[in-house]
C-alpha cells in the first residue's frame, strides 16, 4: 500500500488531500513520526524520526494522530480482498503482503506464467481503489527478491513487471541495499571493496565470503535475481507490544498504573482475536538520558487475561526497581505466544 496510514488519513479528510500529512505526535510534544505522506517525504520526513524534526523539515507539514484501529481494520479489509484471488498470501506486515499466483497462472514457461499474471495484478489495484478509495503499487516478478525490488520502481499507484529475462540487467543500477539481508553495515563492508551497485556484486571476481561471511554464496544468488524463498504460510506473530512516550518525565505511580493498564488491555485483546496466550511477559523503561532497559520473565501457562498481564508487568517493574527515576518511555509486551490452554497461571 501507499504511505498506508497517511493515504487513510487523506481518505478520511478529503481537506488533506495533496498535503504533507505526517502521521504522529504534534513537534510540540515528545514522540515519533508514525508515517508521511509523498507529500511530507519530498521534505525528508520519514517514520520513526523525531517529531520535532520532521517539524523543523516540513514547517506545513499537518500533524495527524495515529488511529491504529482504523488502520489495522483497512488492512483486514484489503487482505481479504486478495485473498479472495485464490492466491496463497504471506502477510509481511499491516500494509504489505506476497502473493503467489503459480497455481492459476501456468504458462509455456516463466516468463509466460508473469504475463498471464499481469490481468489479475491490474485487476487487484482496480478492486482496491474502488473498494477502499486507496492505491497500491505492485512488483510482479518469479520470486520474492525480484516482487519487492519491483515494487519500489514505480511508486505511488505503480505496477511493475520484471521477467526472468530482463532480472539481471534490470537489477544492475540498483544500490547493494536493494538485496534482502543487505543492511548499514554490510553496506559500509562492501563498499570498501568497491562494491556500490548491483552491478558490482555481479562482476566481483573475488569471494564474497571474505567480506560478508557464510552469506556471500546466497548474496550472490541474490546479485543475479536467484530468490528460492517460500512463502511462509500462516498467521503467526512472535511478539505483541505498547508502548508510551510521556509528555513529561514522570515517576508518578498513578499514572505509570494507569499506562499499564491500558497497555495490558490492548495486549489481552490483540490476543484473543488470535486466541493466543504468552508465555513471557516484558516490560520496557527508558529514561531522560535515553537510557533504555527491558526485563521479562516466562510463566509455566500462556496468559491472555488483561488482569494478568497488568499484574506481572508490576511485578517486574517493581521486583527490579525500574522506576528509581522519573521515565520517559514506559512500554508493556508479550512474546512467546501459542495457542491458549486457559490453564492457571504458575511462575517459573
Known sequence: MDAFYASVEQRDDPSLKGKPVIVGSPPTQRGVVCAASYEARKFGVHSAMPSATAGRLCPEG?????????????????????????????????????LDLSVICQGEDIDASLEKSRPMAQALKQRIKAERQLTATIGNSSNKLQAKNASDHQKPDGLTLITDKEKVQFLRPLTVRSLYGIGKVTEQTLSRAGIATIGDLQDYAGDLRALVGSFGPKLKQFAFGEDDRPLEIGDEIKSISNEETFLKDTDDRKILRKCLREQAADISLRLKRRRLGAYTVQVKVRYSDFTTLTRQFSVEEPIAEA??????????????????????????????????????????
Not at 487482505?79 to 479472495?84: A, D, F, L, S, W
Request: aromatic share 8%; glycine share 8%.
Open 307 to 348: 488482569a494478568d498481564i497488568y499484574r506481572l508487568g508490576c511485578f517486574l517493574l517493581g521486583r527490579e526497581n525500574l522506576v528509581s527515576r522519573p521515565l520517559r518511555l514506559l512500554g508493556l509486551g508479550v512474546s512467546n505466544l501459542r495457542e491458549e490452554s486457559g490453564q492457571q497461571l504458575a511462575f517459573l
Open 62 to 98: 499537518i500533524f495527524v494522530r495515529p488511529r491504529m484501529d482504523c488502520y489495522r481494520s483497512e488492512s483486514r479489509h484489503i487482505m481479504q480482498i486478495m485473498t479472495g484471488l485464490g492466491a496463497t498470501v504471506e502477510q509481511m506486515s499491516i500494509d504489505e503482503a506476497y
